[in-house]
């Protein structure tokens, strides 16, 4: 299976399992900082949307899902990796992906969610608002970040 190129296809129904196991994965090795219970909550939210409303492609290596993310309207909405896959730059792949094909320009990430703040700084993404709540209306502060000047020459 790791001999297996890896390509970015857009999303499609038979592939939302793989997308909430991965997101469960991924928010376990990098939210640290949730309350007991906040997992759950937020899982039961993912379990419930409806991934065709907007732009969700998958990082896929054969039929299997590493990654995801999801944009609507210049935003992106979500951007997960399967923890087994951080810092091989697969990460960077799908960040590539939505700024020079879905033109994103936008990101809110969890302020607590340290390395995904620096993440998105790498790529020029620089905080123009803070909230103390996220959209849930949970006490965890969110960073409102946008493209500050294109990509870095070196990307």
């Given at each position: 299976?790791?001999?297996?190129?890896?390509?970015?296809?857009?999303?499609?129904e038979?592939?939302?399992?793989?997308?909430?196991?991965?997101?469960?994965?991924?928010?376990?090795?990098?939210?640290?900082?949730?309350?007991?219970?906040?997992?759950?909550?937020?899982?039961?939210?993912?379990?419930?949307?409806?991934?065709?409303?907007?732009?969700?492609?998958c990082?896929?290596?054969?039929?299997?899902?590493?990654?995801?993310?999801g944009?609507?309207?210049?935003?992106?909405?979500?951007?997960?990796?399967?923890?087994?896959?951080?810092?091989q730059?697969f990460?960077k792949?799908l960040?590539l992906?939505?700024?020079?094909?879905?033109?994103?320009?936008?990101?809110?990430?969890?302020?607590?969610?340290?390395?995904?703040v620096?993440?998105?700084?790498?790529f020029?993404?620089?905080?123009?608002?803070?909230?103390?709540?996220?959209?849930?209306g949970?006490?965890?502060?969110?960073?409102?970040?946008k493209?500050?000047?294109?990509?870095?020459?070196?990307?």
């Amino acid at each position: 299976m790791q001999n297996l190129p890896v390509a970015i296809a857009p999303y499609h129904e038979k592939f939302k399992n793989q997308l909430i196991t991965i997101w469960e994965k991924s928010v376990k090795a990098t939210h640290h900082f949730l309350k007991p219970g906040d997992i759950a909550f937020y899982k039961e939210i993912l379990k419930n949307t409806d991934f065709t409303t907007f732009q969700v492609y998958c990082l896929m290596q054969g039929d299997r899902v590493l990654g995801f993310l999801g944009v609507a309207d210049g935003k992106l909405e979500m951007l997960f990796l399967d923890p087994d896959y951080i810092g091989q730059g697969f990460g960077k792949k799908l960040m590539l992906f939505a700024l020079q094909k879905l033109q994103v320009n936008r990101v809110d990430v969890n302020e607590q969610n340290t390395a995904a703040v620096q993440f998105y700084r790498n790529f020029n993404f620089v905080p123009f608002n803070r909230t103390e709540k996220d959209a849930t209306g949970k006490d965890y502060p969110i960073l409102e970040m946008k493209l500050e000047r294109g990509l870095k020459e070196t990307m």
